[in-house]
């Protein structure tokens, strides 16, 4: 899917798309304090209801391990992108991956298909989360539209100095 045939250029885009269909909900009202108490940095969340889980900013991938993806921007800001709480226990069963670590996309762009009947039956929450990791460090102003979003909508920006 990315990087056959021509190659793609990494945007400076601003703009922060939803990555997954649901309820875009502040970071304080995730149910695990590594999230909601911004120990890994500042963000948003969703509470999802669709299974395809779209790129949530334009980047570089960074990392790609199934539960969590890892984005570096062409301004350097770093996000993360962390599909439910404690699924890294899972060992991946849930996830299908559709982009991998060196990959350019684009925001929302499709980069996994999440089946999220396997996390709640192992009794985990689904809550999907950005973290910009880097953000206090460089300068972060970020901006959300909380509520009912369609996956790749664009529901915010995020700017730093």
């Known amino acids: 899917m990315f990087g056959r045939g021509k190659k793609k250029e990494l945007q400076d885009d601003k703009a922060l798309y939803n990555p997954v269909l649901g309820e875009v909900i502040a970071i304080s009202e995730v149910k695990d304090p ?75 762009d499709e980069i996994a298909t999440v089946d999220f009947a396997q996390i709640k039956a192992a009794g985990l929450e689904k809550t999907t989360m950005i973290i910009f990791t880097n953000g206090a460090e460089k300068g972060l102003d970020f901006s959300v539209n909380y509520g009912s979003a369609q996956a790749t909508e664009k529901i915010g920006v995020a700017t730093i100095d």
């Open 34 to 108: 590594v999230f909601s108490k911004k120990m890994m940095g500042d963000g948003f969340a969703i509470e999802p209801t669709g299974s395809k889980i779209f790129a949530p900013v334009a980047s570089k991938i960074t990392i790609a391990q199934g539960h969590a993806f890892g984005f570096t921007r062409a301004d350097g800001l770093e996000v993360l992108l962390h599909i439910g709480i404690d699924t890294v226990s899972l060992n991946g069963a849930p996830f299908k991956l559709k982009a991998k670590v060196g990959d350019i996309v684009n925001g929302g």
